[in-house]
Structure formats: structure tokens, C-alpha cells
């Protein structure tokens, strides 16, 4: 593996033990082992208030590798995008799609330096898959990165995937713009797989939930499915459309679709023609 990073050397990184991150927080509820006491007390604390959250993440990693394996072994996908991928865990992007085709490129995009860390001793011998470290709200800076430019052919179909990272935006980070710009490099052909904390309802109790959330988390947005809808704007939604994330092209029959575990988290394909 080769590797950089446009913001942080992750040679010279202070780890500071003090400060929680998104990517060890959802490591914990993964149930990693790359995580700290202030982690697991911010995970702690998210669970006190969604106890399905660990349930949430396992059904966005479960479907993570459906997109993936349908993208790369049926459309024939063969570059993957994929910002804010977190600590690498168990079956990441690049074993996916390798799997389907051993010559797919995967760029993994996250802005913690520890993301590179960790990925550079599990890449060491992969030539087709890179780390970087870059913010994805500089959309630009991603994209001409070194790496990314090296490893992915903006001239052939690319899956950008999205997976997980938009909720942690605020709408003043403007989400929609950073995914127009992205729209805009990708040529037709192109994918783009993006899940998303997604409002309950209406009611009061369903934004006081979300409210007490993101607080935990201490940035971000819950939003409704029709803004969910606006990330998509000129792409071709593939069927079942944006849905809750089992539900989108399930291996296994779901018992009950109504738990918040099943529905707090949605999502869906998208294809640029
Ligand atoms: N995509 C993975 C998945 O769905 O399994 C991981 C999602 S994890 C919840 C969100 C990741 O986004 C974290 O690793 C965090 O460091 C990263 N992240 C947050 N803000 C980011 C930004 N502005 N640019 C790049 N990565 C970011």
C-alpha cells in the first residue's frame, strides 16, 4: 500500500486519548477493539438513549457489503470511492470487491489519521486499494488528491459511497453541495450508495430522540426521507428505492420492519445516466 495524507501526517500523529472520535465510536459499536475509555462513554451514552444503535451499525455494515458485491460482481463496477470509511473491521470495502474482481481499486477516504494507521498495516501488500487521509467536505481537495487521482479513473463509472458520513454534517456543511460536486466528477455509469440516520416521524418524542443524539455525538443531522431524497437529485434511484437499510435487497427475511433498529437507518443506490 501506498499512502498519504492532505491534512495530518499520520507518522507524527499525537493520538489524543481525551478527544472521541466518530470512527472509534462506531468501532465500539461494532464491537472493535481500536477505541478508547471516551469512545465507549460516548457510545455508552448514545446507547442510553438508541439501545439499537449496535443493531444499526451491524445492518449498515450488512448492507455495505450487499452494494458492494451487487456493484462490483452484477454492474460491473470496478473503482470504489469510499469517504468517511471508518476503522477498517471485519470484511471492508476492498475484501468485498476483490473478491468479485481481485483488480477493483478501493480508496478509502476518512479524516482521521487513525483510519490511515491502521489501514497501512492491513494494506501492506494490497497494490489496488489505498488510504487517505482528507476532509470530504473539501470535495475538490479529495478528489485531486494524489492517491485518488492515481488509483481512480474519472473517466470510466465509479461507485462513490457515502455510507454512514452525511448525518455526521450539519446542513451549514452543506451535504448537497459536497454530493453535487462529486455528481459532477463522475461520469454516467456511476453509482452513488448513500445511508443515512433518518427521522422516525413527525412527532415530538421522534425529534427530542434525535436531538438528545446528536448531542451525544456532538455534531450532525438526523434528516427526513425526502431530504434523504435531495442527495439523489438527477440520479436513478435503483429499486427498492431509498429504505430502510435490511430492506434494501435482503439476503434474510426480516421478521418485524417496524423496530427503530430496522428504521432509523436508510439508504439506497443511485446511478448517474
Ligand atoms: N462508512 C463507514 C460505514 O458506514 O461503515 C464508517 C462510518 S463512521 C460512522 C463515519 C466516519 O466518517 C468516521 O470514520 C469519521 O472519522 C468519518 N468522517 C467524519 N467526518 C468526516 C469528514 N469531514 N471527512 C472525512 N471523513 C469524515
Given at each position: ?15 489524543d ?5 466518530a ?10 477493539k ?24 451491524l ?11 451487487y456493484?462490483a ?13 471508518g476503522l477498517?473491521?471485519v ?17 478509502y ?18 497494490d489496488n486499494?489505498r488510504?487517505?487521509?482528507a476532509d470530504l ?7 485531486k ?15 462513490v459511497?457515502l455510507?454512514?458520513?452525511l ?28 445511508t ?43 429499486s ?34
Amino acid at each position: 500500500m501506498s499512502s498519504d495524507s492532505a491534512a495530518v501526517d499520520p507518522e507524527i500523529v499525537v493520538l489524543d486519548n481525551g478527544v472521541p472520535t466518530a470512527a472509534r465510536v462506531y468501532d465500539v459499536m461494532l464491537n472493535g477493539k481500536d477505541n478508547y475509555a471516551i469512545d465507549r462513554q460516548v457510545a455508552e451514552g448514545s446507547l442510553g438513549i438508541i439501545p439499537e444503535l449496535k443493531e444499526i451499525a451491524l445492518h449498515n455494515r450488512a448492507v455495505l457489503h450487499r452494494v458492494v458485491r451487487y456493484l462490483a460482481a452484477e454492474q460491473g463496477i470496478t473503482q470504489f470511492l469510499d469517504l468517511g470509511s471508518g476503522l477498517p473491521t471485519v470484511r471492508n470495502t476492498h475484501e468485498v470487491a476483490q473478491e468479485a474482481n481481485p483488480d477493483a481499486k478501493v480508496v478509502y477516504v476518512d479524516i482521521d489519521p487513525i483510519v490511515l494507521a491502521h489501514g497501512r498495516a492491513l494494506l501492506q501488500d494490497n497494490d489496488n486499494t489505498r488510504v487517505v487521509t482528507a476532509d470530504l467536505r473539501k470535495p475538490d481537495e479529495v478528489l485531486k488528491h494524489p492517491d485518488v487521482q492515481e488509483m481512480i479513473d474519472f473517466s470510466k463509472p465509479v461507485c462513490v459511497m457515502l455510507v454512514g458520513i452525511l448525518h455526521h454534517l450539519a446542513d451549514d456543511e452543506d451535504p448537497k453541495g459536497i454530493v453535487k460536486a462529486l455528481r459532477e466528477a463522475a461520469v454516467p455509469g456511476s453509482y452513488f450508495f448513500i445511508t443515512n440516520f433518518t427521522r422516525l416521524s413527525d412527532s415530538e418524542e421522534s425529534e427530542e430522540l434525535e436531538r438528545q443524539l446528536l448531542e451525544q455525538l456532538g455534531t450532525g443531522r438526523v434528516r427526513t426521507p425526502a431530504e434523504l431524497e435531495e442527495f439523489f437529485e438527477g440520479l436513478e434511484i435503483l429499486s427498492p428505492g431509498l429504505v430502510p437499510l435490511p430492506l434494501w435487497r435482503p439476503e434474510e427475511i426480516l421478521t418485524d420492519a417496524t423496530t427503530i433498529g430496522v428504521r432509523f437507518m436508510t439508504g439506497g443506490v443511485g446511478k448517474k445516466n
